[in-house]
């Protein structure tokens, strides 16, 4: 993959895109991560997977994906937390409009998980049915309606 340069797309980040939708998958266990790349294309999507913060940027870049599995577990759900606050701060309008899905050990963040911009949060372990759930969920629901539902996410687990 040539990281130098970027995708040519004319997409606003906000309208559906045809399909196979991308879902990135960021793991930092290699085999975790080829695992759940393998188990979520099955559902139909085209899907790629990083290992870490900066090759989950890089691909966000590139390849604009339009769901994010966030899953990086060697520096707690912060990593992961990182990683959202860099796709909800980034300048493209493709990149941050991405849907993120965030697993982590421990319900214990999930209110954080959502103020920081989640649209989706999973505890470990979860099925592979949960997880295409979670993800064809948050790819179906309209940009404008995502505030809200989080705002509801909160109220019920705030």
Known sequence: MALGRKRQEVWDGTTERRSPETVLVVNDEPDACELLVRMIATSGYRTLGATSESDATALM???LPRCVVLDLSAGG??????VLDHIRSHEDHRINTARVVLCAPTAKNRAFSF??????????????DELTGQIADVLRRPHDERARHRRDELARHG
């Open 61 to 63: 870049a590139y390849d």
């Open 77 to 82: 759900v912060g990593s992961s937390l990182k």
């Open 115 to 128: 103020q920081s911009g989640a649209d989706s949060f999973l505890v470990r372990p979860f099925h592979l």
